[in-house]
Structure formats: structure tokens, C-alpha cells
């Protein structure tokens, strides 16, 4: 093991276009500094580019068919399920440096929930606080001065007051803030990572007033709200500069760009009107219970509903609100030929049950697909799922994945929306939405100097750390290290997938017996 400290900075969404034009206005003078001083370039994201997906590959350097993860849910026994550490733990490249004796913390990885045995220390914020170890977490509350919850949804209704929402985003930075500068001064590690979110929520949520050419520009409060969305990104970059002092190598990506988001289009209507998708059957009796609750919904009444009632699947499905709804309450699996089981708004993802017919269907679905462009005046891509990433090992991934508009186009599940289609963002709380091209950059000891690179993958992310690491790179992971962004040239270890699962087995005997602290 040597000595050097790598630190790795994840900013949720971070793309070129809001970057370049913050650095150029001095917002951002340590990012300036890091990007030219070291390599810098376009970081291609997944297709789709959605966050729940995308930080999962960017740990593991494998690829969703591998992974059986391309959102924030898996598709099992024809429900989503909610990703959470298991899908990464025993293999993300802070456990392959940990069992290498290198210390490692882990600050915030979206999706990485509960925290669990590293050598070093895991904080995690998903579903709320969870520590590794768990005394970490008395400390954490301590030094964020009262709750560790630092997630904003922004899609919620009482974020149409814009001043409410940058008050809020402002209160949760300095909450992550403190406790991340405490455990990068306060700690001993050799790996440092952490991931910002709130960088996605801002674009989101302000997307109209940082680009000129959204619909809903209005050039007047423009300049009073670009101000405020610049100046909350002045706290991360000071922290960057923090960083500078202690690392001896920093690695700064995003899981995906950021665009405009301008149009809707309701996948499952579509695909009802076209006679893939059967509605569930329900009972009058159901029906009735189903309209009452509408109505209940318009009035402050529902809010008298008890909680257990609230748990059921229809008052669940009525009561919730469009960005958390299931649409697979209205639909009929078994009796529908193809149908998206509510991935989130990025893409569409269908699945096509598996019978007799399937080729058939794959094939009059692709046709019927492509003539979107025509009925809508709109640019529709289309991909195979196993055509990008193989044969799933892990999960049922969708068999198509589709977008719009190249990702401005928000895809809703429900099939009760008013409309297929509409020239209009999801809502006014999310006018951006992601893009492709995320960000790379790459600064320290061993690391070339005012280099641009056109094209890196997020899978050569994982097998890049562990190679500026010195540490041995499995040989089944997707991606490559990106070797040119070092000056010395170094042969490439790789080993075995067995190799790691040795190690981790004997680690995880070790913590079980209690033969293991951090």
C-alpha cells in the first residue's frame, strides 16, 4: 500500500455548459484552477442517464446488464424495487481499496443505503441517516448541528415558491458542508469520496432562468435568479479548494449532463391506445371507492384518511401525488402485450412479456414507435436493451428504452393523463432535465497538465481509481482505466473476479467475528 490520498467528488448532474460559464464569471475559481492545471473532458453518461443507475456503474465499472440496474429501481417478479447497498456492496472500488488496507470514507452516495462495513467510514443520507460504524452517527448529528436529512424533493408543490426552495438547498449545502470538512480534516484516509447532489436539484428546479433559449425564459428575472443559482454553487467550490490541501489526487465527475426539458409524453397511454396495454378490471364497488377518493382529494378532507387506509394500493395510487404514482395499480400485467412499470421521468422503459408472439411484437412495437416521430413532429430514439448491454445477469432490464427530443422530453407512466403528448415541461418545479454529457476531471501528483479528453465513459471511472491507486482491476468490469491522463506509464494488473471475492469473504468473517474496527 503506499501512502498518497485520492480524493474522489461526485457533483450530481454537473455538466460543461453551467461549469464553463461559472468558472468564466468567478464563481468557481478552484474548479478553474483544477480543470486547467490537470485533465479535463466529457464524461458520456448511460443510456439512460438517470442518477439511481448511472452512480451504481460508476462505483462498480459495470455495466446494467451486469449490474441489473438502470434506474433507481429493479424490475423483479414484476415489481420495481428500490436500489440500496447491497447492489453495491463487495464490489465498488472503496471496497476493493479497503481490503487493501487502504482507509477509506464515503460520504453521501445516492442510492447507497444502509451504510455498511468499510474499512473506514460510510455515511449514508438515502432514506435517512444510517453510519458506519454506528457510533459515527451520534457525532454526525453533532457536527451537523441537529438532523442529517439533506434530501430536497424538489418536485414537491410548496417549491413553487422559488425563495422557499433556495432557502432550503442553502440550509441543507451548509449541513453536508460541515460534516464532510470534518471528516476530511479530522480523519485518517487514503480514499476520500463524496457525491453532491443538490447540484441536480438546482438545475431541476432553475433550468428556465440559466438557459436563454427555454421556453420559459424571462430574461427580467433571469438576472435576479441566475445570481442566486450561481452563488449556491460558491460553497462547493471552496470546499474543492479544501480539498486541494489534502489530496495528493482528485477525481471530479457527474453521473449526467443537464438540458432543457420541454415536452411530455404519457408512454402507457400511448402504448394503451395502440392496444399493447389492458387496463386492471376493477369491481363497481372499487370504482365507487376509487371516485370518492378523487373527490376527497380536492378537499382538505383526505387528510382524515388514517394511515392505515392510506397504505392500501388504491387510496396509495389515487391519493398520491403524479411524481410518485404507480401505474402499475391500473395496469393488467399478464393480459397487456407491453407496458413501463413507472421507471422514473428520463426514459421510457417497456417490457414486453415473454411468449409465443414476442419477436412479432418486438417488431410491429419498433414500427409503431418510429411513426411517434411523424403524428407528434418530434425526434424519437429508440434502443435494445441487450443490443447496448447484453444479455441481463442480474435483474430484468426493459427491453426497449426509449427517448424523445434527445432526453428533453419528460416520459410519464400514468395511463389517466390528459394528454400523449404537450409542448410543455413536467412541471415549473423541474424545467431541466438530464443529458448524456457529463463532466471528467482529473488534477495531482502523476496527473498530466492542460490536457482535454473528447470522450470518457462513467464504466472507466472505478478501474481509473484503481489504477492511480496501484491496486489490481478485475478483469470483468466494462470499463478501462484511462491511462493516458497519468505521465508514467504503467502496466495494467488485472485479476481474477475471484481474486476480490477471496478477499471480501475473509473481510466479511473478520467483521463478523468482531475481529475488525475501524
Not at 42 to 65: C, D, K, M, Q, R
Not at 345 to 371: C, P
Amino acid at each position: 500500500m503506499n501512502s498518497s490520498k485520492v480524493a474522489f467528488v461526485g457533483i450530481d448532474g454537473g455538466c460543461w455548459y453551467i461549469l464553463r460559464r461559472l468558472m468564466n464569471e468567478r464563481y468557481m475559481p478552484n474548479l478553474k484552477k483544477l480543470s486547467e492545471s490537470g485533465v479535463s473532458g466529457v464524461l458520456e453518461s448511460l443510456i439512460p442517464p438517470v442518477t439511481g443507475g448511472v452512480w451504481l456503474s460508476i462505483a462498480t465499472g459495470l455495466n446494467p446488464s451486469k449490474t441489473g440496474v438502470l434506474d433507481f429501481f429493479k424490475f423483479i417478479d414484476n415489481k420495481l424495487v428500490g436500489v440500496n447497498s447491497e447492489d453495491y456492496r463487495g464490489r465498488s472500488f472503496w471496497d476493493y481499496a479497503g481490503i487493501h488496507n487502504y482507509h477509506v470514507c464515503v460520504i453521501d452516495w445516492p442510492t447507497l443505503y444502509p451504510a455498511y462495513p468499510i474499512n473506514g467510514f460510510m455515511i449514508s443520507s438515502w432514506l435517512g441517516l444510517s453510519t458506519y460504524p454506528l457510533e459515527l452517527q451520534e457525532r454526525v448529528l453533532e457536527v451537523a448541528g441537529g438532523e442529517y436529512n439533506i434530501l430536497i424533493n424538489y418536485h414537491d408543490e410548496v417549491y413553487d415558491d422559488i425563495e422557499l426552495f433556495l432557502e432550503d438547498v442553502q440550509g441543507v449545502l451548509e449541513k453536508k458542508l460541515r460534516v464532510s470538512k470534518w471528516l476530511l480534516t479530522s480523519k485518517d484516509w487514503n480514499l476520500f469520496v463524496d457525491i453532491f447532489s443538490y447540484t441536480d436539484w438546482l438545475q431541476h428546479r432553475m433550468w428556465h432562468f440559466v438557459d436563454p433559449t427555454h421556453p420559459l425564459y424571462h430574461k427580467e428575472l433571469s438576472k435576479c435568479y441566475y445570481r442566486k443559482f450561481a452563488e449556491l454553487w460558491i460553497p462547493l467550490d471552496e470546499y474543492l479548494g479544501e480539498i486541494m490541501s489534502y489530496a495528493d489526487k482528485i477525481f471530479i465527475v457527474s453521473d449526467h449532463g443537464f438540458g432543457s426539458n420541454t415536452c411530455i409524453f404519457s408512454i402507457n397511454r400511448w402504448l394503451e391506445e395502440k392496444g399493447y396495454l389492458v387496463r386492471q378490471r376493477l369491481s363497481p364497488s372499487t370504482r365507487l371507492l376509487e371516485l370518492v377518493l378523487k373527490l376527497l382529494k380536492k378537499t382538505k378532507l383526505s387528510k382524515l384518511i388514517p394511515e392505515r387506509l392510506k397504505a392500501l394500493p388504491i387510496v396509495k395510487s389515487v391519493l398520491s401525488k403524479r411524481y410518485t404514482y404507480d401505474p402499475l395499480y391500473d395496469i393488467d400485467v399478464e393480459k397487456s402485450y407491453a407496458y413501463d412499470p413507472g421507471y422514473t421521468i428520463v426514459f421510457g422503459g417497456i417490457h414486453i412479456n415473454k411468449n409465443n408472439s414476442y419477436k412479432r411484437m418486438l417488431e410491429k412495437l419498433l414500427k409503431d414507435i418510429m411513426e411517434i416521430e411523424k403524428t407528434y413532429s418530434v425526434k424519437v430514439n429508440v434502443w435494445l436493451t441487450k443490443e447496448i448491454y447484453g444479455d441481463s445477469v442480474a435483474g430484468s432490464l426493459p427491453d426497449i428504452i426509449i427517448t424523445i427530443n434527445n432526453w428533453a422530453c419528460s416520459i410519464l407512466k400514468g395511463v389517466n393523463e390528459h394528454e400523449v403528448f404537450a409542448l410543455r415541461p413536467y412541471s415549473k418545479r423541474h424545467t431541466g432535465s438530464h443529458r448524456l454529457r457529463g463532466i471528467f476531471i482529473a488534477w495531482g501528483n502523476d496527473i498530466k497538465k492542460g490536457v482535454y479528453l473528447s470522450k470518457i465513459s462513467v464504466l472507466d471511472i472505478a478501474p481509473t481509481i484503481l489504477y492511480a491507486m496501484n491496486l489490481p482491476i478485475p478483469e470483468n468490469l466494462d470499463g478501462k482505466p484511462v491511462t493516458r491522463i497519468f505521465t508514467a506509464n504503467r502496466s495494467i494488473q488485472y485479476v481474477k473476479p475471484n481474486y476480490y471475492k477471496l478477499k471480501l469473504s475473509i473481510w466479511d468473517t473478520k467483521v463478523k467475528l468482531g475481529k475488525f474496527t475501524p
